[in-house]
């Protein structure tokens, strides 16, 4: 397994044990600060993933490292040597794409920044938007007919889904008149509700109801600090940051009709 092969598994798969620190010159390492610290503030989440990368190092000891690393311009040329063939360059996208996405956001800097390393690593077309969709994806309000397919052939990782709609203090967050299609349980633990009108879950804020119509955008994978990010039409999120919930967003695809991540996996083209 090549370094950045080893380091998007790394983050794509929360239950992997970090163990290798790398180097203090690693360029891809060099990549992710330069993303993280592109606004000279280093964000909860973007130093979650950097603890995930970098293991062994304090809080303080990571940002000391990420404004050492910052100060000295992002070497493209190593960055070239280090990933010499086509599939490590768009595997390196896809690492990048993971850093700046991981909110569930994308703005005209970030946006620019991705651009950047790709032509770089003369990468052209939709290189950016294809990394991009694999991390964020539209939202919207979602065709009935699919809310209530959803869950057929649905592989699910840690969530039992059990018919019928939420108990407890979930219950309580549901508008009244909300139709349920299914409760989704960690054994004896009730953690979100499916319903045709919307989502009920214990978020990171607290147990909420999210209605179709205000979700635009949600990230696809787990990213350090987060299984599943909403970003919604009035600039507001939710977040779940317990891993096991990464059922969620593969839920969210089937809801939505988005292909798998899996088989987006490579270059275009088959390069």
Known sequence: MTRVDELLALIDDPSRPATDPGQDDDPLLALL?????????LQEDELALLERVRPGRSPAELVEWCLEVSAEPLDFAALAVALPTVEERWNAMRLA?????????????ELKDLSRLASAFSLEGDAVRT??????????????????????GMFWEELVPEHGGVTGELLTVVPEGAEPICAMHFGE??????????LAAHFESGADFVPWERVERYTRVPV???ALHLRLADGESRSVSDPRLRDLAQLLDRIYGIEAIEAEAGPPGGL
């Open 97 to 109: 794409a993971r850093m700046i996405c991981m909110d569930g956001d994308l703005d005209d800097l």
């Open 33 to 41: 600060v330069h993303l993280a610290f592109s606004d000279e503030v």
């Open 189 to 198: 633990i009730e953690v979100a509700g499916l319903y045709m009108e919307g």
């Open 131 to 152: 990394v991009v969709r694999e991390v964020i994806a539209e939202a919207g309000t979602p065709h009935p007919d699919h809310l209530m397919r959803s869950l057929a």
């Open 224 to 226: 350090p600090g987060a």
